[in-house]
């Protein structure tokens, strides 16, 4: 597994205890007022808007906010209008970085995005500059406590899974997009409980980094994650375990 891929799954168990709720409410959402506005206030008809529900059922959401943001989403109620952005850039060492943001202002946000990563030595760049470097795939992350490897193996790759990857103490199993909900539902129907999945951009290659100029990527990378607008950061580092663990 990349050290991409084990930073990610260090950020999901992190944002499970993360304690500051307010900022995991508005996250969460923004998530479910988009994907109303795009595919309608039904989680039965709306996949985006299931996984958004359950994200909010995860961090504790009360319910009465959950139904506010999807009937601003519909247009039932007034608020304020979102749009989603994705920003590209790089950071120390040359790593590609794709930003995935919600937001009422693109003024603000790609001031606020160009001051963090001129501030860690990066720079923001033009629309497609890393895209090229990453595709989108379904990636869902379950613990390997609960079942062995082969039959996972065979579990997900039967569903329509295209990977699973193996790492210290969680599977990681990559979908293509319109797939991933095939295999969550298929996953979830052996009672196996997720940690996460979620659409995510994967890099085709990495770029290793170590030292400081680690250390330099990862808080550039909180320093991205903290940003109210921000949604998503994806990026194509390369980590050694020892630093990536130390971060955590």
Known sequence: MSGHSKWHNIKVRKEKADAQKGRVFTQVAKEIIVAAEQGGGNPDTNARLRTAMQKAREAGMPQDNVKRAIQRGTGEIE????????YEG????????MVEAVTDNKNRTVSELRAVLSKAGGNLGESGCVAWMFHSKGVILLDRSQIEEDPLMELALEAGAE???????TYEILTAPSELER??????????????AEVAFIPDTTVHVEGRQAESVLRLMEALEDQEDVQRVHANFDIPDAVLEAAA
């Open 79 to 86: 608020g304020t209008a979102y749009e989603e952005v994705t």
């Open 90 to 97: 790089y950071g120390p060492g040359g790593v590609a970085i």
């Open 163 to 169: 990977d699973v990857r193996t790492g210290d103490s």
């Open 183 to 196: 295999v969550k539902n298929a996953l979830i129907a052996r009672e196996l409980k997720l940690e996460s």
